[in-house]
Antibody, heavy 125, light 106 residues
Framework: QVQLVQSGAEVKKPGASVKVSCKASGYTFTSYYMHWVRQAPGQGLEWMGIINPSGGSTSYAQKFQGRVTMTRDTSTSTVYMELSSLRSEDTAVYYC??????????????????WGQGTLVTVSS | DIQMTQSPSTLSASVGDRVTITCRAS??????LAWYQQKPGKAPKLLIY???SLESGVPSRFSGSGSGTEFTLTISSLQPDDFATYYC????????FGQGTKVEIK
């Protein structure tokens, strides 16, 4: 079955960077786009960006431009999300989520299914 | 950017009630809308895509409707497992979520 398994919880100091991984299994890794979404404590869902695992092209939400980098390793079927210049407001659960269908683009027209289990990133001095 | 507005933010209901959640888009998104259910400490789960298509394995008491800018998620007869937070998501132009609707026990 399709499964996304994320790396464990992280605690970082303000100004540091964090890199979260998402290992995919149960399908052809390069056939489906992958998204990253975050959720601050008690808050809603916020889309961060998308990566095409086939060629590595990306599209980021404007809010995170310049601070986020999404990469992939096709040899291990893993995508990564690195967020830099961390501040307390970045404390959140970070989810990877696969595009549900093979069509769509880096600009829309695909919904999310399934999701990873989430990774809590805590930013605190 | 396309903004998504859900209403209500919180909904108190009893088992067996018919529940409706509304989601409005700031501009037309055709039928490019999905609904997710999230329980505390868990990842969101897909319920509905393309505004009205039921995801495989999701109970038929869930249904979605609408197009353009106005959409609804209906639970025909609320079950104990349905108490959760529900999010709409547009995927017409990039991706945006509504702020969520918490369905709680009355």
């Amino acid at each position: 079955q399709v499964q996304l398994v994320q790396s464990g919880a992280e605690v970082k100091k303000p100004g540091a960077s964090v890199k979260v991984s998402c290992k995919a299994s149960g399908y052809t890794f390069t056939s489906y786009y992958m998204h990253w979404v975050r959720q601050a404590p008690g808050q809603g869902l916020e889309w961060m960006g998308i990566i095409n695992p086939s060629g590595g092209s990306t599209s980021y939400a404007q809010k995170f431009q310049g601070r986020v980098t999404m990469t992939r390793d096709t040899s291990t079927s893993t995508v990564y999300m690195e967020l830099s210049s961390l501040r307390s407001e970045d404390t959140a659960v970070y989810y990877c989520a696969r595009a549900a269908a093979i069509w769509g683009s880096l600009e829309g027209h695909n919904w999310f299914d399934p999701w990873g289990q989430g990774t809590l990133v805590t930013v605190s001095s | 950017d396309i903004q998504m507005t859900q209403s209500p933010s919180t909904l108190s209901a009893s088992v067996g009630d018919r529940v409706t959640i509304t989601c409005r888009a700031s501009q037309s998104i055709s039928s490019w809308l999905a609904w997710y259910q999230q329980k505390p400490g868990k990842a969101p789960k897909l319920l509905i895509y393309k505004a009205s298509s039921l995801e495989s394995g999701v109970p038929s008491r869930f249904s979605g409707s609408g197009s353009g800018t106005e959409f609804t998620l209906t639970i025909s007869s609320l079950q104990p497992d349905d108490f959760a937070t529900y999010y709409c998501q547009q995927y017409n132009s990039f991706w945006t979520f509504g702020q969520g609707t918490k369905v709680e026990i009355k």
